[in-house]
């Protein structure tokens, strides 16, 4: 884990500013809390799950400036003058983004707790440009840990949204899917 600034003290409460999902905050954080915890708890962004808290699990990863962060790993004061996106800013005025869209379409999901970490990890992913190939969508997402699906439909349904990326179809960068999908459904468990 990263250290505490130098000049901060593990018991004093921090000024912290940081923009969250495209809006500016300002909080007094205690020195000591971690980033999860920060969102869950002082902004109510519960989207954020905690599983081991020592970076063994991902159920927690952000993006901290585009990069896929896990977020126990990382004091919240750390954030001050940084920008973070968590899964609540995947969706769109209550529609699913393409990303979550093909999780469910692709059956990629059971319980969700760790859909979170996926979604975000597949979108820092997205950042860094490109098209990976199924394998390295596998290396990518090994920080991440499903105790329900398996991996397969996990990996599919990142593959299939790097394929139908409008982008990346436009500059003729869209990876041949390797396994066929599902077909959309439009709602319920199957
Ligand atoms: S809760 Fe952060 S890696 Fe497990
Ligand atoms: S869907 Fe349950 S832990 Fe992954």
Redesign the pocket.
Known sequence: MTGLPPDVRREELVETTTTVNGELVTVAVPARLHV?DFLRQHLGLTGT?????????????VMVDGEAV????MFAVQLDGRNVQTVESLAEDDRLSPLQQAFKDEHALQCGFCSP?FLMTATALANQGGCPSREEIREEIA?VLCRCTGYENIVTAIERWFAESPQRAADGDAPELTTPTRPATTGGRR
């Open positions: 999860a799950h905690v599983g081991c808290e020592q970076g063994a699990c991902g159920m927690c990863t896990k977020s126990c790993l970490g920080g």
